[in-house]
């Protein structure tokens, strides 16, 4: 099975152009965050998302925690799915489900310790897909992304054989350790920023090597 690649904090649509031609399967589009690299404004957004050919997905990460609120962040920037990153009540996703029924819905869960095992049921009837990232949302100024630090992968490699979803795996991948996470956790797919950039621009080279090493390890399984 081919390894999904998820290119995130897409800044403009040269950076979309790059992540493409490289071969990302979806690009990440990051609006406004209490923390963390990459947020872009929601006029950006829309046109970086109007301007992306299928099949590529564009992922809105919205910080919004009502379904009305992230509802009307989709209508007005217009991605093909929206990753919502922080931990709603699951009450708040079944909404979602009703109000966009047709944009891709994806549930960030902060792999913190094993209780994020105890997420699954809760949002899996509401979702398409899930993201295990290394965020903490308990701090007070929140962490939900972009942290560039990676998480207890045994947790996530649980979290995929119980998830009936597909899951993407973020937080501290880079074409270095890639290999060792899809061969451990066996992800649906990945997602990473940080390590992508240089001087805050997405850098061809470190792309590149990122989707060889993706390559390489899908080969190996």
Not at 140 to 159: C, I, K
Not at 196 to 216: E, H, M, P, Y
Request: glycine letters at 8%; charged letters at 20%; one cysteine or more.
């Amino acid at each position: 099975m081919r390894t999904r690649i998820k290119i995130c904090c897409i800044a403009s649509p040269e950076e979309a152009e790059l992540a493409i031609a490289a071969g990302a399967d979806a690009l990440g589009l990051v609006a406004a965050m209490p923390s963390g690299p990459g947020p872009i404004s929601d006029d950006m957004i829309a046109r970086v998302a109007a301007q992306v050919p299928p099949p590529v997905a564009t992922f809105l990460l919205t910080n919004e925690t009502s379904a009305e609120a992230i509802a009307d962040h989709v209508r007005r920037t217009g991605p093909t799915a929206v990753q919502v990153v922080n931990h709603i009540a699951p009450l708040e996703a079944a909404r979602l489900a009703k109000l966009v029924p047709a944009t891709r819905r994806v549930q960030v869960i902060h792999v913190e310790d094993a209780g994020a095992l105890d997420l699954i049921d809760a949002y899996a009837p509401h979702v398409h897909a899930f993201l295990l990232d290394s965020g903490r949302p308990g701090l007070a100024v929140p962490e939900l992304g972009g942290t560039g630090r990676v998480h207890d992968w045994d947790v996530s490699a649980s979290f995929v054989v119980r998830s009936k979803r597909p899951v993407f795996l973020a937080g501290g991948l880079n074409a270095g350790n890639v290999g060792d996470a899809i061969a451990k956790v066996r992800p649906y797919g990945l997602d990473l920023c940080s390590a992508l950039r240089t001087n805050g621009a997405l850098d061809a080279g470190k792309l590149q090597a990122f989707i060889d090493a993706v390559a390489r390890a899908d080969m190996a399984r």
